[in-house]
Each structure stands twice: as structure tokens, then as C-alpha cells.
């Protein structure tokens, strides 16, 4: 297909559908017209409830025996000892006193898989960047059984109130919440073991969440974000450890923002590479995308997408400094 056949054929599908052309003509791009309709038809459909249990409060045993006693169907995440597919019959997820308590926090499947790429060490320093709500943060702390230090900084003083309350919620006692500029973080002098960047973005892995996405964001809001992206992800580099991990994700689809913000830092860093993430599922990284030619290890990064795995659209990649 030519592009400007790509170009009017994106047009009809966005009119149909309702979304923005300039969207459907990047789907098409990339995956053909196939694909893009069955990620049209998944986006129709939110992926299915998840929640972790939170082992600083409870044992896992016990929140699964006391939320299943309340009619909670539990389905276990096969790569996630603490993730489950949760069917709350109706109720909502949070309405569980064991929810007040802390026993379990909702959260994706792809965000819980981020801190688990990252695997944090007890007696570590770990740096959660841009932090808010504190999903992220609290699971790093969890994997760390409270010790060491989780640093969580986030730069939204409302957002912040939420991340605050989280980690009380949640039992964490190791951690130190800085409102403050991802992009000046190496004012404050340290050094850490591991580095997770869930970065501010488009949100278009989201759709199936919030279909007002599907309209909400122009190709100059996604050109903004990636800046964003590049400057956090560059000032997180310079502060990483010598043989330290770092992991860069996004909940969205866009390589704009994900494979193209990494094929940069790659040019940019010599003293960092790609490395393997140890997980069977998902797909790989985009080394050509829209025909360009990038770094051929991001094919090490891997992809969420919700036509083919049922999830939200999330890019996930590990990046280890050298010592």
C-alpha cells in the first residue's frame, strides 16, 4: 500500500471508529491493516482486573485465603509470584477491607512485570522516578522487604498527597518521598544500584481504559512527551551506578516515545547497552519501526500490546550501565 492509499484508508478507519487519523496511519505503518483492526476490536474491551499482594502486610496465603472467602475469583499471573487476575463479581476492587488494610493493591500486570524486571535487592539504593501513585514504589520496597533505601520522586504536588498515602497504606518503612525535578536529580548526590523510569506519556497503550484517548492527543503531544522523556532518561543515566540497572518503561504504544527515546540514548552513552529481559511473553522491541533503522539490540526490550497479549500497550526495557 502506497502512502497516500495508507493515508486515505487511515482516514476512513479513524472516521468509523473514532479516532484520531493521524493514529490509524501510524497502526498501519506498523502493523498493517490486519493487525490494526484487531487492535481496534481489543481496545474495545478493558484488559481483565489484576492486583498484587503485599507480602509487607500479609503473607500471600492469607490475603488469598480472606479475599476468595468474600467471593473474589483469583486467577494467579504465571510470571508474577504476588500478581492475580482478580474477578471482584461486581464489587469494586477497592471496597475490600483488606484493600484498607493493605493486603493487596490493584495494579496492571505490565506495571507489577516492570518492578520485577527490575529486581530490586534487599540493602540496595533504588530510585523510583516520577513515582506518583506509588504502585511501582511500594512493590520495589516489597521485593526489598524494607530494607535499603527506595527513593520515590515525583514533581506533582497533588499527585504526590497520593503516592504519600500508598506507601503508609502499604506497610513501607524504607523509603524517602522528594517532590522534586527528575531532570535535576543529580543535585542530590547519589549513586543508586537501580534506576525504574516509568515515564510521564502519551497514555496510548491505554485506550482500552479511557477511550477519550483515542482523540485526546495530537502527534505535537507526542513529540512534547518524548522530549520529556529523552531529558528524565538522560539525567537518570548520569546518576546510575557503575554496573547498575536501569529500567525505562512507558504505557504507551508509540515508538516515539519508547524505542526511538532508547535508540538516542544508545548513540548519546557509550558506557550503556540493552540487556535481556527474562521473560517469556510479550513481544520483542521494534528495531525498524516505520521503516527506520535503530539500534538492532532494542529487539531485547519487549512490548505489551492489547491484540496480542490481552494487556495494556506498554514498552518495558532494561539497561544496564558498565562498570
Known sequence: MTRKLQRQRAKVLAKEHGYLPYMIERYLALWGEEDTMRFIEACEHPPRTAIRMNTLKASVKLTVSRITSKGVQLERVPWLEEGFYADFGGMSPGSLFEHLLGHYYIQGVPSMTVVRTLNPQPGEIVMDLASAPGGKATHIAQLMTNTGLVVAVEQDKLRIR?????????????????????????????????????????????????????????????????????????????????????????????????????????????????????????????????????????????????????????????????E
Open 162 to 322: 497520593g503516592l504519600e498515602s500508598n506507601v503508609y497504606r502499604c506497610g513501607v518503612s524504607n523509603s524517602l518521598i522528594l517532590r522534586g525535578d527528575t531532570k535535576k536529580i543529580q543535585q542530590l548526590g547519589l549513586s543508586p544500584n537501580r534506576i525504574l523510569l516509568d515515564a510521564p506519556c502519551s497514555g496510548e497503550g491505554l485506550i482500552a481504559l479511557d477511550p477519550t484517548r483515542k482523540t485526546s492527543k495530537t502527534m505535537a503531544d507526542i513529540r512534547f512527551c518524548a522530549t520529556r522523556q529523552d531529558e528524565m532518561l538522560d539525567a537518570a543515566i548520569a546518576i546510575l551506578a557503575p554496573g547498575g540497572t536501569l529500567v525505562y518503561s512507558t504505557c504507551s504504544i508509540a515508538p516515539e516515545e519508547n524505542e526511538f527515546v532508547i535508540d538516542d540514548m544508545l548513540r548519546k552513552h557509550e558506557d550503556i547497552h540493552m540487556a535481556p529481559i527474562d521473560l517469556d511473553y510479550g513481544v520483542s522491541g521494534y528495531t525498524q519501526p516505520y521503516g527506520i533503522a535503530l539500534d538492532e539490540s532494542l529487539s531485547l526490550a519487549k512490548r505489551f500490546l492489547p491484540h496480542l497479549q490481552g494487556l495494556e500497550g506498554f514498552f518495558i526495557c532494561k539497561i544496564r550501565k558498565e
